[in-house]
């Protein structure tokens, strides 16, 4: 099984094979994850500071906050995986 990162801004990187889902945080049942996970000691905030853009689910129960849009990530998994089969 090979091993996929993608950089979710500012230098810092997820495991594509371990994400389940990139959201708005604009939802309330986004908020109350985001709540959750800090309670819960599992909330991984990438942001640097900066707005949170796009929230990113783990399969480990994990969710990471980004600064960057849902989009832009997405498109990094699509353009990684391009890249990977090409090889």
Known sequence: MD???INIGFGNI???NRV???VSP???PIKRI???ARD???LIDATYGRRTRAVIIA???HVVLSAIQPETVANRFVTSKEVQTDA
């Open 3 to 5: 091993i996929r990162l």
């Open 14 to 16: 997820v495991s594509a």
């Open 20 to 22: 389940i889902s990139i």
């Open 26 to 28: 604009e939802s309330a």
């Open 34 to 36: 985001i709540s959750d």
């Open 40 to 42: 819960r000691g599992q």
């Open 59 to 61: 399969d480990s129960g």
